[in-house]
T-cell receptor, first 115, second 114 residues
């Protein structure tokens, strides 16, 4: 059963803690992305990776970090430097943005709340 | 200027009518264009992709692309209450040489009125 799996679905973080959100795909996709969505807002790009061991900052990378050690995995760490981390986090993947078709598919999301 | 712009709505359409959603983009080099549907509290779901100028039809959905005018639209015919959702336009953009990313608009909230 191919797809993109994000875990956990809900996550609660205390002030000052780092937390890591998991994203795994078995679609053999090269490109992976992390987006943040705030209530009533669109998707803002945090980080993206077009190939293993390489990733690029998106529009709102401050306070976040990623790694891409395996093709299947692209974990996102929300650090204590991120001042307003409460949001809905979405991971997506696509075959390769340079190819067509290059549709991106999303996981089910992780809802992070700071308590 | 935002990279991808959409009217935030809300857009209200009677059941059975045609819903028309519009999106403009700023990067003239963009080659790939997508429409996603997002229900409240859920992740976005891809409903249409278009790469060439003109129309592309899939069931009740038609995507239209005009690269010269830098706009892409989505028509939903015979609108159903289940079409009530937020529709996100996404476009590939090039922040710098060798890098390409997928940029989303803020979405248009569509409500189908029974």
């Amino acid at each position: 059963d191919g797809g993109i799996t994000q875990s956990p679905k809900y996550l609660f973080r205390k002030e000052g803690q780092n937390v890591t959100l998991s994203c795994e795909q078995n679609l053999n996709h090269d490109a992976m992305y992390w987006y943040r969505q705030d209530p009533g807002q669109g998707l803002r790009l945090i980080y993206y990776s077009q190939i293993v061991n390489d990733f690029q900052k998106g529009d709102i990378a401050e306070g976040y970090s990623v790694s891409r050690e395996k093709k299947e995995s692209f974990p996102l760490t929300v650090t204590s430097a991120q001042k307003n981390p409460t949001a809905f986090y979405l991971c997506a993947s696509s075959i390769d943005l340079w190819a067509q078709p290059s549709e991106a598919f999303f996981g089910q999301g992780t809802r992070l709340t700071v308590v | 200027q935002k990279e991808v712009e959409q009217n935030s709505g809300p857009l209200s359409v009677p059941e059975g009518a045609i819903a028309s959603l519009n999106c403009t983009y700023s990067d003239r080099g963009s080659q790939s264009f997508f429409w996603y549907r997002q229900y409240s509290g859920k992740s976005p779901e891809l409903i249409m992709s278009i790469y060439s100028n003109g129309d592309k039809e899939d069931g009740r959905f038609t995507a239209q692309l005009n690269k010269a005018s830098q706009y892409v639209s989505l028509l939903i015919r015979d609108s159903q209450p289940s079409d009530s959702a937020t529709y996100l336009c996404a476009v590939n953009t090039y922040p710098n040489f060798g890098n390409e990313k997928l940029t989303f608009g803020t979405g248009t909230r569509l409500t189908i009125i029974p």
